[in-house]
């Protein structure tokens, strides 16, 4: 059984930076797809960013258009985890942030096409 677990939420002021992680033990990520989502105070979780497996598309990713430009979703096979790196932070970044991860090497913006969630860690953005 896969586990996922997230670290590096914290505190930030509107503008800065952080990364946040996500370390999967019990099972590889390198063959899987792999997602972050995000849910804020009172709306519905939506998607962030995915990459895929190395077998799809040469683990190629994809970005919601609120955080194009700003975030990157990256992999470190060796340490087997997936990282969300997020700068020019803004207010309505605030949220708590999942990481996901497929049983394919197809990663969907969809929640629906992952099987292992993260517990979230929290994310604030001062303004």
């Known amino acids: 059984q896969v586990q996922l677990v997230e670290s590096g939420g914290g505190l930030v002021q509107a503008g800065g930076s952080l990364r946040v992680s996500c370390a999967a033990s019990g099972g590889t990520i390198r063959s899987r797809g792999a997602a972050w989502f995000r849910q804020a105070p009172g709306k519905e979780r939506e998607f962030v960013a995915t990459?895929?497996?190395?077998?799809?598309?040469?683990?190629?990713?994809s970005y919601a258009d609120s955080v194009k430009g700003r975030f990157t979703i990256s992999r470190d096979n060796a340490k087997n985890t997936v990282y969300l790196q997020m700068n020019s932070l803004k207010s309505e970044d605030t949220a708590v942030y999942y990481c996901?991860?497929?049983?394919?090497?197809?990663?969907?913006?969809?929640?629906?096409?992952?099987?292992?969630w993260g517990q979230g860690t929290q994310v604030t953005v001062s303004s």
């Open positions: 996901a991860l497929s049983e394919s090497p197809y990663a969907s913006s969809s929640e629906r096409g992952y099987y292992y």
């Open positions: 990459i895929n497996g190395d077998a799809w598309i040469l683990g190629s990713t």
